[in-house]
């Protein structure tokens, strides 16, 4: 397979001002590509499956939300991509105003549902008045209240910079330190080399039995994986029928991560394989364990072609 | 312990006509108690934390939307709680517009930001020239179309009865089939009497290192008990400290049940029981099998009491 | 149940001058108790099962012979019995000689077969032209020597002693530091106390299917128990049922041990208690895990009570 | 790796007239090569080590005297054998006299320890007044009644054969149906073509700690691979180092089984392969489990290679 090449038209969830954008633009330089934003993961999603954009940056998790639906069910479903890098951003408010709004003036606050709710209690504080309203994204409120619609939004400071707003107001939400993981999406093919900190993704679907999830894991355990993230759904259209979502340790060229894979692939109903790509959120993987990496994978080939007199 | 008295003071996740008023309503008839709506997870569970209210009922996971982080962070977090009862409901999408409104006619469309995006392609083809609004909840777009200030609202079929509108679409799901598992809560203590028919709920807090889910995972299997559903969540104010939310088949007063939560509370950081109660999704447990059912585990102790010369 | 009152008839495998009368003398005073010699190990135990002696000591494992089948099975049919302590003793073989024997007089040397075995090499160096013969046991060689029916016997220090012989030649083993671990058996009932480095043994017979043993050593490691010694048996009668002669770390009265034993019997075709005692092979147990004491037990005991709502 | 050469001369755990020989004659026609007889285990396991025979019958373990630790052993350690073929014999003990010998003329009564604590019950009640003599051997029994020397020997029927004697008692032992299983060693090197009815037999050394032997059996039991036997023994000379004998079914030419001993390599001090030969007690191995067979291998592979970028 040629080596992967790098992608250039990146679409994201949009509008202009997302956190969305904010994240792409601290992964990928201006100059490195041109950047399309998109109504829905869906819709960004469905870009990249079109061959209108070569990657996709969408939100995957959020430290308070939790996960993202959109992007679980579509990269579990429709015709296969891979995850090929992963892009932490905090998730910092600001209550965002036209130049010259001072706070006493602010009679109106809009913002997308999820950021009203993770800011309700310091906006109860702020203007108690005020009763906020839902729009569709916070930086389609942004550009609300630049319209003159509304006074003040809760949105990134990327949203109020690029709709010529001033920040009357920062680090606005209730909890601090709340962080979403957005990761870019490629078609399958050539996947990012191994860079020795690395993560893997994958959906896998068991039958539904007693102790069916406690299988799966073994199969990352005796190989000595780690798991960084789990999440049963139960499957749409099957009844009893699980689809288990996780995150582990290490690259799919790693040997030790390429068996557990394929044993996976042998005893599940289902394995998609959602890339391998660089850890990105400051944090080691645990070290391999002696006898789990690759040089221990090879030895022990060569021990087993001699015992089966195949050498 | 005094026995459970049946709560008569319900809160729910308002305004009415949301789904979450219907789920209650399938479940507690009117004469069995007042229900009271509140403006968010949190403020009806705040309700039953200080007595205001019996019981609240709240969503919790969502067939297409996934896990509800308001209501599982309410639980988790603050002075214990027990969910006593879960109650499913189909989530039916009906497009509700005033009497005497034809399809033809609408020219606006407002519903909760999720509700749009379950419908988003049915909409799409019955009104290409509409954008749709979003608003904060199913129920309070209902009411407003019931002002007059919109044509047609994405509701519940409970928010169109509730506010005098009529349902010009029904079924209008892209995903037919959607289920919401609300859950009744109550302020930890007596529970439920075991049906034959039960889950358990449970968050664990585990140290992260290699295996230590599968450990968590082993005290289920090894006495018998199989999972419905698992999620993991980081930890917010502890780096490498992961939370896994449960449910397992079973209640706590059985003894294959109390000895794994026993078993858990021993080896994890935390673990906080969110409670036992019946079944009802329709489905049966699987069959507990032998050895693990209470006369299994109440001759074991006369066996061991007779070894240890304690009988 | 009353305390366990010390034996003070002792049964051993004989005749006089055994390793195990050697093993007996070294484990209790002579002032403590009588000692009745006995043709097998068969005859010992039933000596203690018909209540004709209070304990009987026999040998259970040889690090050069393995395990003693006799005793083995001895302990796993018929009336209960328990182990209450464990002996070791090094298998030190001398050639013994009657005074005045040289090593130039040996025509003839005896013993049982297997200290013939293990001291076959250094007997083919010292006396090359002699071709051994076997007896019934070592004490009955040294006998036969002492009586001039033979020239010299291969048996242990204290039969040399006991029959007036001399050792000709010390350490006459192989290899040298082979160790016989003996067992102290007494009817099953009260138990020794814990002393903080216990041994507990028994006898788990499982169906035979994929698993099954892992199965019962899970039952173990949940629990945080080590084991010393496994060994699987094919049961004489029934067919795909295995057995399996295991020693765990701890002693019957901790809750960890206590607990592990009462899932073995729920789960397993049958498992026979074999008795809970001192380690005495000079080693410690490893730590017991934090969450795996009795106070850890407690205090999960006392949490499960109150989310039961029976505290 | 030339294909195998079948074996032409034969050592065996002489005299003749062993149970050994008598396995031997089962398995191996006369014309098929020479036999061999050696004064114990460790003589017939050096001659193939030194190249003086090709192949050594051994007696492995007994049903009812348990392992044989000399074959343990020589195979554990030393140059490398392997186990071609197992052969199970029924232990049919008989008295043998001289022809013309009545139960009433006998006065003495000679065999090797083992066989006569196997029927030292049934010898009771037929010599009630005689005390029975050890031997080396049951051969050298036979022989030494043959020669006058005494008047009945515990032997197999085909000792009584080879030295003229005539059975007195058929099915002398006390517990009938007693089997011991042979095995058939050969230098290390091709091995026998897997049959699909397989065993493999290795001897696995792992430190020791909490759950090493339960890591050592998760790596067959998530390829769905049963174990016949096992059976711990601690390491001669290394302080808490246990080995682990093994039996599994299946063929190291199978993927299953391959990959789970490389994966012991990788995580055990030591193993070592005794070998992969066709099945002979009669049963057959369970059915292999969906995903575990050599065609879900190769499948998983080309999926992985795919996945990978490799294909």
């Known amino acids: 397979m040629p080596p992967r090449t790098p992608p250039t038209r990146f679409a994201y969830l949009g509008p202009e001002g997302t956190f969305a954008e904010a994240a792409l633009r601290s992964a990928v330089a201006s100059s490195e590509g041109a950047r399309y934003p998109h109504p829905s993961v869906a819709a960004a999603l469905a870009a990249v499956r079109s061959g209108d954009a070569d990657a996709a940056l969408v939100p995957l998790e959020n430290s308070v939300e939790g996960s993202v639906p959109a992007t679980m069910d579509g990269l579990a479903d429709g015709e296969p991509l891979v995850v090929t890098r992963e892009v932490f951003l905090d998730v910092a408010f600001v209550l965002a105003v036209r130049p010259g709004t001072a706070l006493g003036d602010v009679r109106s606050v809009v913002s997308h549902p999820h950021a009203l709710a993770q800011t309700a209690g310091r906006l109860a504080d702020l203007v108690p008045d005020v009763v906020p309203l839902p729009l569709s994204s916070t930086a389609v409120a942004a550009a609300a209240v630049a319209a003159g619609e509304y006074d003040a939004a809760v949105c990134a400071p990327i949203a109020a910079e690029r709709y010529g707003l001033v920040p009357l107001v920062e680090d606005l939400a209730d909890t601090p330190g709340a962080v979403t993981r957005f990761v870019l999406v490629e078609p399958a093919g050539a996947l990012p080399a191994p860079t020795g900190n690395d993560k893997t993704s994958l959906v896998a679907v068991v039958e539904d039995r007693t102790g069916a999830l406690l299988d799966v894991l073994r199969e990352f355990a005796v ?59 400051g944090r080691e993987n645990r070290p391999v364990q002696p006898g789990a990496d690759d040089a221990a994978f090879t030895e022990a080939d060569a021990w087993l072609a001699a015992i089966r007199g195949t050498a």
Request: aromatic share 8%.
């Open 223 to 281: 190989r000595g994986i780690s798991l960084s993230r789990i999440e049963s759904r139960p499957t749409r259209d099957r009844l009893w029928v699980y689809s288990f979502s996780l995150d582990c340790e290490g690259h799919v060229a790693e040997r030790r991560v390429g068996e557990a894979l394929a044993a996976l692939h042998r005893v599940c109903e289902d394995v998609r394989f959602l890339g391998s790509y660089a850890r990105a959120d």
